[in-house]
């Protein structure tokens, strides 16, 4: 009996197992159940500190044989039961269960390893998460933690809990599954370090002073517009939390934690709280103004009590529907399209084009450098121009610790 995985040997054992599993009437509470869900818990573990490449995720592995054979959501009704079951399931707002699972290998032909990948079970509670993933250490380094006397190896649920214990007792759990938020990135992101990031984030959120509670409808272009005109000053970028905080926004810069690869993240604390946090990871005036307005493009659009959070690395395209709409946003946002289409800048790459466009728009001429280069994708022309360097110094306070 496999009770856990050391090899690679043990690993192909298991998912043979796990197959056998599936194909059995399995179901919670039965002996089989309970091994299914035991050795579904034991590859994931495997599976994250293995994995040396990005694999699909199970909603991607679905998309992907649906694109194989030719399939819409109308031929899922028969494997997943109701037209809502497959919307969420496919929006990734609802995880795949044992049954579903099941389903689909039969139905779909999908290997059991594709729809395991990175999946949390629904059910999930506190003594099934593994408390010594979370990077405790790193976290001390960086005074998140200031609990001293501890080992870490024993006491890492008590370190863990105390330290989410300001945010509510339910809160890790849901913070690790993967339906309450989505992720951007080609590279595979360490949940728990993102997890902890978040919590990181939503604490310090707690302690800002509100003015006001924010509204929806209270983000437009022309807001978005006006905050841009912030990054003509040398020291725009520490006057953007007093701007959002005065219609209810939160904004917070904190270094990204290893095996996140974060540049931003938009999230919901609480019903009314939206906060937008920012990396710094590049240390960029053009990459500081994308990254904040794509975020915001997701508060205005997309964060809702469905999916509570969305962490970015922007270094990537993504298909994804939402990811695509805040792109475009932002980018009209920086430099409407109206204005980029009759700009020498769009088909001149010298520094008097971006000048020119710069100034007529009233933003530096990082922002305008950096659409160029994005354009042509040309990212070593107008390097002088993009503000290397610019935008760490301005927030000292949050990055003396926990650079990449």
């Given at each position: 009996?496999?009770?856990?995985?050391?090899?690679?040997?043990?690993?192909?054992?298991?998912?043979?197992?796990?197959?056998?599993?599936?194909?059995?009437?399995?179901?919670?509470?039965?002996?089989?159940?309970?091994?299914l869900?035991?050795?579904?818990?034991?590859?994931?573990?495997?599976?994250?500190?293995?994995?040396?490449?990005?694999?699909?995720?199970?909603?991607?592995?679905?998309?992907?044989?649906?694109?194989?054979?030719?399939?819409?959501?109308?031929?899922?009704?028969?494997?997943l039961?109701?037209?809502?079951?497959v919307?969420?399931?496919?929006?990734?707002?609802?995880?795949?269960?044992?049954?579903?699972?099941?389903?689909?290998?039969?139905?779909?032909?999908?290997?059991?390893?594709?729809?395991?990948?990175?999946?949390?079970?629904?059910?999930?509670?506190?003594?099934?998460?593994d408390?010594?993933r979370?990077?405790?250490?790193?976290?001390?380094?960086?005074?998140?933690?200031?609990?001293?006397?501890?080992?870490?190896?024993?006491?890492?649920?008590?370190?863990?809990?105390?330290?989410?214990?300001?945010?509510?007792?339910?809160?890790?759990?849901?913070?690790l599954?993967?339906?309450?938020?989505?992720?951007?990135?080609?590279?595979?992101?360490?949940?728990?370090?993102?997890?902890?990031?978040?919590?990181?984030?939503?604490?310090?959120?707690?302690?800002?002073?509100?003015?006001?509670?924010?509204?929806?409808?209270?983000?437009?272009?022309?807001?978005?517009?006006?905050?841009?005109?912030?990054?003509?000053?040398?020291?725009?970028?520490?006057?953007?939390?007093?701007?959002?905080?005065?219609?209810?926004?939160?904004?917070?810069?904190?270094?990204?934690?290893?095996?996140?690869?974060?540049?931003?993240a938009?999230i919901?604390?609480?019903?009314?709280?939206?906060?937008?946090?920012?990396?710094?990871?590049?240390?960029?005036?053009?990459?500081?103004?994308?990254?904040?307005?794509?975020e915001?493009?997701?508060?205005?659009?997309?964060?809702?009590?469905?999916?509570?959070?969305?962490?970015?690395?922007?270094?990537?395209?993504?298909?994804n529907?939402?990811?695509?709409?805040?792109?475009?946003?932002?980018?009209?946002?920086?430099?409407?399209?109206?204005?980029?289409?009759?700009s020498?800048?769009?088909?001149?790459?010298?520094?008097?084009?971006?000048?020119?466009?710069?100034?007529?728009?009233?933003?530096?001429?990082?922002?305008?450098?950096?659409?160029?280069?994005?354009?042509?994708?040309a990212?070593?022309?107008?390097?002088?121009?993009?503000?290397?360097?610019?935008?760490?110094?301005?927030?000292?306070?949050?990055?003396?610790?926990?650079?990449?």
């Open positions: 009996m496999i009770t856990a995985i050391n090899s690679e040997l043990d690993y192909k054992a298991a998912l043979k197992e796990i197959e056998r599993l599936i194909d059995l009437p399995a179901r919670a509470g039965t002996q089989d159940g309970d091994r869900n035991l050795l579904t818990l034991l590859v994931q573990d495997y599976e994250q500190k293995h994995s040396e490449s990005r694999t699909l995720d199970p909603i991607e592995a679905i998309r992907f044989r649906m694109e194989q054979m030719n399939l819409t959501p109308r031929d899922l009704l028969p494997l039961g109701s037209r809502s079951r919307s969420e399931v496919l929006s990734g707002k609802l995880p795949l269960s044992l049954s579903m699972i099941r389903a689909l290998q039969k139905g779909l032909g999908i290997p059991a390893k594709a729809l395991l990948q990175e999946q949390f079970l629904p059910g999930m509670d506190e003594e099934k998460i408390w010594e979370f990077p405790i250490k790193e976290m001390f380094n960086r005074g998140w933690i200031k609990q001293k006397g501890y080992t870490v190896r024993h006491e890492a649920r008590h370190i863990m809990k105390q330290f989410f214990a300001p945010l509510g007792n339910d809160w890790t759990p849901v913070a599954y993967k339906h309450s938020h989505y992720v951007r990135s080609a590279r595979q992101m360490d949940p728990y370090a993102v997890a902890a990031w978040k919590a990181r984030v939503c604490i310090r959120a707690l302690d800002i002073t509100m003015p006001v509670e924010f509204k929806p409808g209270t983000i437009t272009f022309q807001f978005m517009h006006e905050l841009t005109h912030l990054s003509v000053l040398t020291d725009g970028p520490r006057h953007v939390g007093e701007y959002l905080r005065n219609v209810g926004i939160g904004f917070i810069v904190e270094p990204h934690l290893p095996d996140t690869y974060l540049d931003g938009a919901l604390v609480k019903d009314r709280l939206p906060v937008i946090a920012l990396t710094l990871r590049h240390d960029r005036v053009d990459n500081f103004w994308f990254v904040l307005m794509h915001l493009a997701h508060i205005w659009k997309h964060l809702n009590s469905g999916t509570s959070a969305f962490y970015d690395d922007l270094d990537v395209d993504d298909p529907e939402q990811e695509h709409e805040a792109d475009q946003i932002a980018g009209e946002a920086l430099i409407p399209e109206d204005e980029w289409k009759r020498p800048a769009r088909n001149l790459r010298t520094p008097e084009a971006v000048e020119h466009l710069a100034n007529k728009l009233r933003i530096h001429p990082a922002i305008v450098a950096g659409r160029i280069r994005h354009h042509y994708k990212y070593r022309v107008l390097n002088r121009f993009v503000g290397h360097g610019r935008i760490r110094s301005l927030f000292s306070e949050s990055l003396e610790i926990g650079r990449e």
